[in-house]
């Protein structure tokens, strides 16, 4: 009988060690799955901030009649928010964010007589290009963590800044439309980060 027992205890511990790389392997697998939503968050808000600071130094501090039909448009709603995919929304985050990264690429590059002209910040704008490009990067490696579908990268038709006023108008309005989106980011990267 006790032989029995020893051989019982011994194949259910043979069965238990046999389950062991499964059960190890299994859980840290799934968490790397899960994109980091959180610092995502942060990314974002930060993003809004170095915005909202352009925004308040910025020449003329009104909305301006929207001339850049190559701005991705910012359609969204907060009824949006409850039927947001994970594997849906961060390409579409994504494919946004290089649009306004070009934006800003475009915006950088106008002659130093018109950036002084236009009393514009410049060194603002290229840390802000600066955060977008590292945002980016690591919203790229969040979108190959879920296996989601790759978008098109967005290749806008940007006239070149005739002047002063051109790029005044131009800076405004990229920057109204960068900071709706980074609201709209933030809140559907919560929204997703409370349903995971």
Known sequence: ?????????SLLFSLLLAQLPVLTSAAPHNHRRLPDLEKLT????????????????HVINTDI?????????????????SSLKLKETLPQLL?????F?????????????????????????????SHIKTFRAFLQR?????????LPSPTPSLPPLSGAWDMVQSSLEVLQQFRLFCDWASRALLTLKSKN
Do not use: G
């Not at 009988?1 to 205890?9: A, G, W």
């Open 142 to 150: 969040q979108v190959l963590k879920v296996d989601a579908q790759w």
């Open 101 to 129: 990264e070009l934006h800003f690429e475009w915006l950088t590059r106008p002659t130093w007589k018109h950036v002084h002209a236009a009393s514009f910040n410049l060194s603002k704008l290229r840390e802000l290009t």
């Open 65 to 81: 009649e929207h001339r850049l039909k190559s701005l991705p448009a910012m359609t969204n709603k907060a009824s949006d928010l």
């Open 95 to 99: 494919v946004d964010l290089q649009s």
């Open 1 to 9: 009988m006790k032989l029995l027992v020893d051989t019982s205890f």
């Open 42 to 57: 942060n990314q974002t808000r930060n993003l809004l901030r170095l915005t909202q600071d352009l925004l308040k130094d």
